[in-house]
């Protein structure tokens, strides 16, 4: 139980496009879902809490306005990086907590982006 | 500010052996730690969670101590395997809203 699934896995973009990342829970309702950023052999960085139904609480520093994120429904939460630029390549990852485990997060696969 | 410290430099060990990685901490008052499995170009994968009065977990070959005083959890991996061989993350919350703080991570490789 508590999948999570997150696409697409890699995208490759041109700079000043926009990219949206879907992170969807599979087999339980996600009352807050995070999105996390992650350079190589850095650690992860949260970016935002999202709940459903709510704007998102985003971390200082992470401009809202660039990243743009959505939690329509409690299986759903997307990220789309407005205006994409090289500095934005990084790899991002979603994880949602449950109703019943709520100190424990699960992850998705995450989704390199890469902007040229 | 709060810091999650762990060992950044890789850790080689023999197949069959206990691994030992480290994760300590300063100005969080925690009331839990958690410890995530990170294999390359994938999510954490979560694996324990200890309470700030526990003082030690197992689950299978893994086994995780929590010292309060020291700020320190402890997270060992016996009669390690090849499969083992991954980077593990310590984790807090930041106390806000469930989210968590990670360290760094330790890489850890088990060799045959």
């Known amino acids: 139980g508590a999948v999570v699934s997150q696409h697409p896995s890699r995208v490759i973009c041109k700079s000043g496009t926009s990219v949206k990342i879907e992170c969807r829970s599979l087999?339980?309702?996600?009352?807050?879902m995070f999105w996390y950023r992650q350079f190589p052999k850095k650690s992860l960085m949260l970016m935002a809490t999202?709940?459903?139904?709510?704007?998102?609480?985003?971390e200082q520093g992470v401009e809202k306005d660039k990243f743009l994120i959505n939690h329509a429904s409690l299986t759903l939460s997307t990220l789309t990086v407005t205006s994409a630029h090289p500095e934005d390549s990084s790899f991002y990852i979603c994880?949602?907590?449950?109703?019943?485990?709520?100190?424990?997060?699960?992850f998705g696969a995450g989704t390199r982006l890469s902007v040229l | 500010s709060q810091k999650i410290e762990q060992n950044s430099e890789a850790l080689n060990i023999q197949e069959g052996k206990t691994a030992t990685l480290t994760c300590n901490y300063t100005?969080?008052?925690?009331?839990?730690l958690q410890w995530y499995r990170q294999d390359p170009g994938r999510g954490p994968v979560f694996l324990l969670l200890?309470?700030?009065?526990?003082k030690e977990k197992r689950k299978e070959r893994l086994k995780v101590t929590f010292d309060t005083t020291l700020k320190q959890s402890l997270f060992h991996i016996t009669a390690s395997q090849p499969a083992d061989s991954a980077t593990y993350l310590c984790?807090?919350?930041?106390?806000?809203?469930?989210?968590?703080?990670f360290g760094k991570g330790t890489s850890l490789l088990v060799t045959p």
């Open positions: 994880s949602a907590r449950t109703g019943s485990a709520k100190n424990i997060q699960y």
């Open positions: 087999d339980f309702q996600a009352t807050t």
């Open positions: 999202s709940n459903e139904g709510s704007k998102a609480t985003y």
């Open positions: 100005n969080y008052s925690p009331a839990y």
């Open positions: 200890i309470r700030e009065n526990e």
């Open positions: 984790a807090l919350e930041t106390g806000s809203g469930y989210a968590l703080n």
